[in-house]
């Protein structure tokens, strides 16, 4: 839970201006050397051209029926793989023309159509990303020479994908797509390592119970939550700001807390459900206002922490993906004791940690986030006045986005669907037994 801030509340202007600072104001931290991390899987554009259509979406400011993103181009340019995989299909029908389709790790499938001829590979070829597949063509069910690009995620169409693309600009073969696609190869989604604690790949909850017990509650990939466990007893009175993240980076959810002598404690997961012993990694925690984890806000590839001090001020604690911190530490700006939750997450989906705030009006607020700052915020929401608890910014429903998780006064602890655009769904009730809950995260 992101406890609410002890100043008055309401709603302000923050100001995004990006400085690098090492103040006697911020909180002392442990630094051990950096090294450089491997990228995230990204995919590339699969062939140069236009934008003409995005999924649901004619780019004219019309609806259209449309599965995936029409990318017009010069007939017998070169059509390439998004992303290493296996060729799952070569064929053609009367509405895709010649077509192929690539299957991924992470359950992705990607779909290149209306291929001038049948695709160059047979099925169980193995292609990497940026290798040739084909040529832009104009068959099928085709009015003019463009590539039909698709992407499923589990056999749905993973609309996603429209936030990567800008209806009627011109993109470049071989060039990054500016999203983060969860799970892809490999990997893990970043929201969903950040609280899975049991290594089923469902976001967890942690709660400290009003016995002061920490009590872990696994997550069941379908916004709902399984009976608690305990983990450790004896945090009610002494410890706040309990944070999410996967701090060493090794794909396993770990905790951060401040404790009451202001230290600030990292517990890493193993992956199973058990936490290593507590590694002190800084000092003057205790008194931040806010704490937020369980997201990359830097640009590198390593979860960082925020931390937002007695006066407001929004820092970039940068960390070091080793389970410390690195430097420099960025200031983003200042106002935001207003605020009485705040929860991070990538919210947009586009690889950057996002936040969303809620101030002393009730109003739910989207801040997009890009490397060392914040945009401009977006209203998404009101009525959240309500709440005494909400945390978020990972997958509890296994779709890949992020979503939050809220508490009423009475205990009601309700689910909200992201959409993974920074807005979030209509929310359904998780249970009603919540309310002596101290702190969920």
Known sequence: MKRPSRVRLGRIGIATVLALVIGASAPSLS??????????????YPASGNIQSKVGDGCRGNYRAHDGIDISGAGGTPIVASY??????????????????????????????????PGMYAPGTRVV??????????????????????????????TAVNNGFVCLSNVVRGASLPLYFPGLGAGQAPGVASA???????ADLLEIAGNGALRLRPGT?????????????????????????????????????ARSDAALEFYAGNGTGGFASAASVGNGWY???????????TGDGKQDVLGVSASGILTIYRGNGFGRFGSPHITVGGGWQSYHFLVGGDFDNDGSGDLMAVDGLGTLYFYPGSP????????????????????GGVDYNGDGLADLVARTPAGQLYFYPGLGNGNVGTRSLISADWADQLAIE
Do not use: C
């Not at 899975?196 to 469902?202: A, E, F, H, K, L």
């Not at 060392?372 to 945390?391: D, K, N, Q």
């Open 31 to 44: 630094s051990n050397l950096t090294a450089t991390a491997a990228s995230e899987p990204q995919m590339v």
């Open 129 to 158: 990303r940026g290798q040739q597949i084909g040529v832009v063509g104009n068959t099928g069910n085709s009015p003019a020479y463009h590539l039909h690009f698709e992407v499923r995620l589990r056999g749905a169409v993973y």
């Open 196 to 202: 899975d604690y049991t290594g089923d790949r469902n």
């Open 221 to 257: 990939g379908a916004g709902r939550f399984s009976s608690g466990t305990t983990l450790f007893a004896g945090w009610g009175d002494t410890r706040r700001h309990l944070t999410h993240t996967d701090f060493n980076s090794d794909g396993k959810a770990d905790i951060l807390v």
């Open 372 to 391: 060392g700052r914040f945009g401009t915020p977006r209203a998404v929401g009101s009525g959240w006045v309500e709440f005494t608890a909400l945390t």
């Open 287 to 297: 008194s931040m206002l806010h704490v937020v984890s369980g997201a990359d806000y």
């Open 84 to 117: 290493d995989g296996v060729i799952k299909s070569r064929t053609a029908n009367s509405g895709y023309g010649n077509y192929t389709d690539v299957e991924h790790a992470g359950g992705y499938v990607t779909r290149y159509a209306h291929m001038a001829s």
